[in-house]
């Protein structure tokens, strides 16, 4: 299994497209960081906005870029990662070396679990920069109505990047099955967004996809554990019937 990981890790970079778009990635994160600087409010939702300061600048970032990251960057890098071999007949190549066949597919998920991970370090990296370099570090402030301390913001930072990294898990269930059930990358694409769009009128409690952090604001705010719920649910099912549907697909075409 390492030895997988290592060779999709590798294969993952060594293509040019993975190291334009994390550069486009990262230079548009400079740029985000610089405007939402220059107004100088973090907004939690219509009703609450606070002054920004060292410690909270890297959750409104993952705010302002999570759209980008959810829409664009991660179902690039996912779809890409999952359809365009499979095109291209290079699973069948790979599928003869004596590995079981759903370790191909999990030692994806960790790669690409790896990747989200290089795109939060890129934002709470350049978030913390920006926020030791240019904004006050205030000992205590208020944050969605609660006075919290620099310590408290730290751990709350950690949550923030985390809770939207097992958002993003959610993200890989559903484009590995959208990818395992169709083999097109442009269509697959499409299907995915529109899942994101879609689960908005479904239910309110899955509008996570695309409000990620208020989503996140408003869990850690709050006793509610729907967002954890709807999170697991969506991972077990979609990666579960991912490894069933890749274990019995045909590889001949």
């Known amino acids: 299994m390492k030895a997988l990981f290592i060779s999709e890790w590798e294969r993952l970079w060594s293509q040019k497209k993975s190291k334009w778009m994390i550069g486009i990635f990262t230079v548009i994160v400079l740029l985000q960081a610089w405007f939402l600087r220059y107004y100088g409010v973090g907004i939690y939702n219509n009703d609450q906005q606070v002054p920004l300061n060292t410690w909270n600048f890297p959750w409104f970032l993952l705010k302002e870029s999570s759209f980008l ?18 095109n ?22 960790f790669s690409l679990a790896l990747m989200v991970l290089v795109h939060l370090l890129i934002i709470l990296g350049i978030g913390i920069a920006f926020g030791f370099i240019f904004l006050k570090p205030d000992n205590d402030f208020t944050f969605y109505g609660q006075q919290k301390n620099a310590i408290e913001a730290i751990l709350y930072t950690v949550q923030v990047y985390g809770l939207f990294f097992i958002i993003q898990m959610c993200c890989l269930a559903l484009a590995s099955l959208i990818s395992v059930i169709i083999s ?6 499409f299907l995915l967004i529109g899942l994101y769009v879609g689960c908005l009128y479904v239910s309110s409690q899955l509008s996570f996809f695309l409000l990620s952090v208020q989503s996140i604001f408003h869990t850690l705010s709050t006793t509610s554990n729907s967002l954890y719920i709807f999170a697991l649910i969506i991972m077990l099912v979609g990666f579960g019937a991912c490894v069933w549907i890749w274990s019995k697909k045909e590889f001949t075409s």
Request: charged residues 15%; proline residues 4%; aromatic residues 22%.
């Open 69 to 86: 990251l959810t829409l664009i960057f991660m179902p690039v890098f996912f779809l890409n990662s999952l359809n365009v071999e499979y």
């Open 88 to 109: 291209s007949g290079a699973y069948r190549l790979f599928l003869i070396r004596p590995f079981k066949r759903k370790s191909f597919l999990i030692s994806k998920w």
């Open 184 to 189: 097109n990358a442009v269509i697959s694409f």
